[in-house]
């Protein structure tokens, strides 16, 4: 296959992700679709790798899978800690931050 | 050969992605993450990164995937939250432009390497052994730097979970509070028995000839 086609799957999932962060109010299926975001770079890196036949692309892949779950961690911590709390687990409800 | 599976793990891929934004339930929505991504697991395997794939299979669909479910059931899903009014249309409207904009900037690229299908492949490309050379020599900084990242996401996790007041065990002061005793207790009177405490009555009520009263019989009675 052509290596625009990968590009493409890329993209869409990409879009899908950034879609759903802004469409959806659980805070837990925002982490979802920011790591859905994270895997259409992915996507487009590895595929850029295998186009210029240099492994840097994978390396950066990754790096980007590392970032992706020290993120994961913290964000499932944050959740937790909103649970704990007895906060609702609703980003339109957590507003105080607001300014 | 490779067109078929390219096919069937985009299809599968994208419709997990879809099942993400739209399943209402936060735990089928961490079921289709997975699936969307072993199929992109496996469309690593077709661009011949195999050890970004099993990375993308042991560190994501594995454990990553096992942390969101295990908060998933902490937190319960609760009640499906309908997105609000104004992000509902905005939200796919911006998807739809995004996706628009990256079409027009992929077509636009004038890239020739798009149309073709990538470097002549030479073998051992995207093995564990390729990969750890170049993440121990050309990329040692960064390799570096994710390690000091995941500690740091790790002790951020802990600090971030934990209780408030330290750890469980001491979370809250023994409660202390002192009854009033009866009189003479603890004087030399009553080490004497020369006066009947009222700890006498409470043991041998019969012996006082007092009413015996119904509570429950006392079961320490010995002496000393």
Same mark, same amino acid.
């Given at each position: $296959?052509?290596? !625009?086609?990968? +590009? *493409?799957?890329? #993209?869409?999932?990409?879009?899908? %992700?950034?879609?759903?962060?802004?469409?959806?109010?659980?805070?837990?299926?925002?982490?979802?679709?920011?790591?859905? $975001?994270?895997? !259409?770079?992915? +996507? *487009?890196?590895? #595929?850029?790798?295998?186009?210029? %036949?240099?492994?840097?692309?994978?390396?950066?892949?990754?790096?980007?899978?590392?970032?992706?779950?020290?993120?994961?961690?913290?964000?499932?911590?944050?959740?937790?800690?909103?649970?704990?709390?007895?906060?609702?687990?609703?980003?339109?409800?957590?507003?105080?931050?607001?300014? | 050969?490779?067109?078929?599976?390219?096919?069937?793990?985009?299809?599968?891929?994208?419709?997990?992605?879809?099942?993400?934004?739209?399943?209402?339930?936060?735990?089928?929505?961490?079921?289709?993450?997975?699936?969307?991504?072993?199929?992109?697991?496996?469309?690593?395997?077709?661009?011949?990164?195999?050890?970004?794939?099993?990375?993308?299979?042991?560190?994501?669909?594995?454990?990553?995937?096992?942390?969101?479910?295990?908060?998933?059931?902490?937190?319960?899903?609760?009640?499906?939250?309908?997105?609000?009014?104004?992000?509902?249309?905005?939200?796919?409207?911006?998807?739809?432009?995004?996706?628009?904009?990256?079409?027009?900037?992929?077509?636009?690229?004038?890239?020739?390497?798009?149309?073709?299908?990538?470097?002549?492949?030479?073998?051992?490309?995207?093995?564990?052994?390729?990969?750890?050379?170049?993440?121990?020599?050309?990329?040692?900084?960064?390799?570096?730097?994710?390690?000091?990242?995941?500690?740091?996401?790790?002790?951020?996790?802990?600090?971030?979970?934990?209780?408030?007041?330290?750890?469980?065990?001491?979370?809250?002061?023994?409660?202390?509070?002192?009854?009033?005793?009866?009189?003479?207790?603890?004087?030399?009177?009553?080490?004497?028995?020369?006066?009947?405490?009222?700890?006498?009555?409470?043991?041998?009520?019969?012996?006082?000839?007092?009413?015996?009263?119904?509570?429950?019989?006392?079961?320490?009675?010995?002496?000393?």
């Amino acid at each position: $296959m052509a290596i !625009g086609w990968y +590009l *493409a799957v890329s #993209a869409i999932i990409f879009c899908i %992700g950034a879609g759903g962060v802004m469409s959806r109010r659980n805070p837990l299926v925002i982490l979802l679709c920011l790591e859905l $975001m994270l895997n !259409g770079a992915n +996507l *487009a890196l590895v #595929a850029f790798a295998r186009m210029w %036949g240099g492994e840097d692309g994978q390396v950066f892949a990754l790096i980007v899978l590392v970032v992706a779950a020290a993120e994961v961690t913290v964000g499932l911590g944050l959740i937790v800690a909103l649970y704990r709390r007895r906060l609702p687990i609703d980003v339109d409800e957590l507003s105080e931050l607001h300014g | 050969m490779s067109a078929v599976l390219f096919f069937i793990a985009a299809i599968g891929a994208i419709s997990g992605a879809i099942g993400v934004v739209t399943l209402r339930n936060p735990f089928y929505s961490v079921l289709a993450l997975a699936f969307h991504l072993v199929s992109l697991a496996a469309l690593f395997l077709l661009l011949r990164a195999e050890f970004v794939a099993a990375g993308q299979v042991v560190v994501y669909a594995g454990a990553v995937m096992v942390l969101y479910v295990f908060v998933v059931a902490y937190v319960g899903g609760g009640e499906p939250l309908a997105s609000g009014a104004v992000l509902r249309v905005l939200g796919p409207l911006f998807a739809v432009a995004l996706a628009v904009e990256l079409s027009i900037a992929m077509l636009g690229s004038g890239l020739k390497g798009i149309k073709g299908r990538g470097a002549p492949f030479h073998p051992g490309f995207g093995t564990p052994a390729h990969i750890g050379r170049l993440l121990l020599t050309k990329y040692l900084f960064p390799f570096e730097a994710a390690s000091i990242l995941l500690l740091l996401a790790a002790v951020g996790a802990v600090v971030l979970a934990r209780r408030r007041r330290g750890l469980p065990g001491d979370e809250e002061p023994p409660l202390r509070f002192r009854a009033t005793e009866p009189d003479y207790t603890g004087t030399m009177a009553e080490a004497a028995g020369v006066r009947p405490t009222a700890y006498d009555e409470l043991l041998h009520p019969e012996a006082q000839g007092a009413p015996a009263t119904d509570a429950p019989e006392p079961t320490h009675t010995g002496g000393w």
